[in-house]
Nanobody, 119 residues
Framework: QVQLVESGGGLVQPGGSLTLSCAAS????????MGWYRQAPGKQRELVAR???????NYADSVKDRFTISRDNAKNTVYLQMNSLKPEDTAVYYC?????????????WGKGTLVTVSS
């Protein structure tokens, strides 16, 4: 069964760093775009960062120059390195991926991992 599994969330102090990982597993031909979204309680989900199969990246203005998205195609894994974390970064972070399957390309979501930035 195809699935995305996030890991790396936790509690971190303001100004600290954290790295999230998302691994795709299952019968997957290849992976095109992969990205990270986040959602705080009572708020809508927003795009954090995205990376294409060619390595092009896009970031939300709120995280630009603080977060870095990368991918390891051999491991079907995408990473989000988060530096200089702020309390407003607190949210559940979700991995999203455009997976190339037998039936065509389909979007999948991970279950999410909680990041809490607090002193």
């Amino acid at each position: 069964q195809v699935q995305l599994v996030e890991s790396g969330g936790g509690l971190v102090q303001p100004g600290g760093s954290l790295t999230l990982s998302c691994a795709a597993s299952g019968t997957i031909f290849s992976i095109s775009g992969m990205g990270w979204y986040r959602q705080a309680p009572g708020k809508q989900r927003e795009l954090v960062a995205r990376i294409t199969s060619g390595g092009s990246t896009n970031y939300a203005d709120s995280v630009k120059d603080r977060f870095t998205i990368s991918r390891d195609n051999a491991k079907n894994t995408v990473y989000l390195q988060m530096n200089s974390l702020k309390p407003e970064d607190t949210a559940v972070y979700y991995c999203n991926s455009d997976l190339i399957l037998a039936a065509g390309d389909m979007y999948y979501w991970g279950k999410g991992t909680l990041v809490t930035v607090s002193s």
